[in-house]
């Protein structure tokens, strides 16, 4: 019976290496943490203001999704902008 050696070595392509990038687990640091929860209370704020004030329609859930997009895309400002320097 032959041993054959296989290479069982992966190396991503830079597409792969791009969505791994993009994707990958972020730790909060910092004073991170503290600013995600001020951005979720105050879009939580507005939320309610939509909710107290607009009819239920489609503009409003319209409106509540485009909020709920604005606070994603600013906590991903954050985590994906500021580099951990302090080692915290």
Known sequence: MSHIETSTEYSPSDDQK???ERWRH???HGDQTARY???NQATRSVARLFVALCPDSRQLTL???KLEEARHWSTQAISKNEVNQGGD
Do not use: D, K, Q
Request: no cysteine.
């Open 18 to 20: 791009e969505l791994l």
């Open 26 to 28: 972020l730790h909060a």
């Open 37 to 39: 929860i001020r951005l």
């Open 63 to 65: 409106a509540l999704e």
